[in-house]
């Protein structure tokens, strides 16, 4: 098994950063896919950000520009560097790891976007 602990959430203003970081109890190298995802009440699970093993990078439309996803390895710890913060990036932020066939989550940690 795996665990997967995150931090960095809290309450911004708009235009405010964040970043938010999840960190594994093990080397996360030979994972296929690590990403980040976000569930708004009410809404679907949706990803926000993925990194794959060999360094490329997806982003949902709604944060290209904004966001950045990021690992290090040797600190077994994927980032979120979330920039120019909008009321609808409010959400529960949840780190997943990935490697066939199975999935690995972290706890969640709220994310809240309000003036």
């Known amino acids: 098994q795996v665990q997967l602990v995150e931090s960095g959430g809290g309450l911004v203003q708009p235009g405010g950063s964040l970043k938010l970081s999840c960190a594994a109890s093990r080397s996360i190298f030979s994972f296929d896919t690590m990403g980040w995802y976000r569930q708004a009440p009410g809404k679907q699970r949706a990803l926000v950000a993925a990194?794959?093993?060999?360094?490329?990078?997806n982003y949902a439309d709604s944060v290209k520009g904004r966001f950045t996803i990021s690992r290090d390895n040797a600190k077994n710890t994927v980032y979120l560097q979330m920039n120019s913060l909008k009321p609808e990036d409010t959400a529960v932020y949840y780190c997943?790891?990935?490697?066939?066939?199975?999935?690995?989550w972290g706890q969640g940690t709220q994310v809240t976007v309000s003036s």
């Open positions: 990194i794959s093993s060999g360094g490329r990078t």
């Open positions: 997943n790891f990935h490697i066939w066939p199975s999935d690995y």
